[in-house]
Nanobody, 121 residues
Framework: QVQLVESGGGLVQPGESLRLSCAASGSIIDISLMAWYRQAPGNQRELVADITFIGMLNYADSVKGRFTISRDNAKKTVYLQMNSLKPEDTAVYYC???????????????WGQGTQVTVSS
């Protein structure tokens, strides 16, 4: 069984920083793409950033220059460093990991439970 556990959300003021973590555990053979999404009330879930196994990066235009995604393959963990946070970054943040579990021949997407990030003065 595969689990994704997120941590690091919270309430911060505009301009401050937060670091999110998402650790995968369980019977995992391979991990390919790791990503962060977010969903604000009334909005659709949107991609924030993703990173391939070899470290190729992709960011939403709204977070370029402020957010940094990284991963530790040995720890099966993906991070999102969020700097210069704005009120419009307020959302529930979800990690998504594309992985191949033990006993399977294909990769599937797994989602974390979500962590709330609130940016407010």
């Amino acid at each position: 069984q595969v689990q994704l556990v997120e941590s690091g959300g919270g309430l911060v003021q505009p301009g401050e920083s937060l670091r999110l973590s998402c650790a995968a555990s369980g019977s995992i053979i391979d991990i390919s793409l790791m990503a962060w999404y977010r969903q604000a009330p009334g909005n659709q879930r949107e991609l924030v950033a993703d990173i391939t196994f070899i470290g190729m990066l992709n960011y939403a235009d709204s977070v370029k220059g402020r957010f940094t995604i990284s991963r530790d393959n040995a720890k099966k963990t993906v991070y999102l460093q969020m700097n210069s946070l704005k009120p419009e970054d307020t959302a529930v943040y979800y990690c998504k990991v594309r992985l191949r579990p033990r006993g399977s021949s294909q990769f599937d997407d797994y989602w974390g439970q979500g962590t709330q990030v609130t940016v407010s003065s």
